[in-house]
C-alpha cells in the first residue's frame, strides 16, 4: 500500500496524515537496514507529534517519542514490516485504521491491528494507541495472561 492515492473515496485530512506517517515508516524501516543510517534521521517522524506525545502498546505499556522511537530503531534494524490497510476513518480529531501487518524476519507473523490515533486541535499526533488481534498460538509472551 503506497497511500491515500489507493483509495478513491474521499479520505478526511487527518486520515491521510497517518497514511502519509506510515509511508515514512516505510521507507525508515527499509533505510534502516543500511550501515550509514542514523539514529537521527528517525526526527523526520518528529514533526508529525505533539511534544506530549505518548504511545500506547499493545501490551498497554505507555511511552513517550524517546522510548518509542528507540523502540522503533531496534525493530527496524532486524525486521521488515508489510502494512496492508483494510479500512480507515476519521471522526472528529480521531483515526481509526484496521491493518494486517505482516512481520519480515526471524521469527515473523501477521496479525490484525486496530490503531487509535488521536490529534490535538494544530494537527499533532497525541495518542497512538494499538490494539491487535492474534492467533492464539502466536500470543508474544509479553502480551500472554496467565490462566
Known sequence: MSGADQYDVDIKPLARKVLANQAVMRRLL??????D??????????????DDYRRVAANRDSRDW???????????????????????TQIGNTVFIDTIETIIGPGGFSINTLGVVEFDNDGKIIT???YQQWSPDQVPRHLAQER
Open 30 to 35: 527499509a533505510r534502516a537496514k543500511q550501515p
Open 37 to 50: 543510517f542514523s539514529f537521527d534521521e528517525w526526527s523526520e517522524l518528529r514533526a508529525a507529534y505533539a
Open 66 to 88: 524517546d522510548e518509542d522511537v528507540r523502540l522503533r530503531h531496534q525493530f527496524a534494524q532486524s525486521y521488515d514490516l508489510d502494512i496492508e490497510v483494510r479500512r480507515i
Open 128 to 130: 497512538t494507541t494499538t
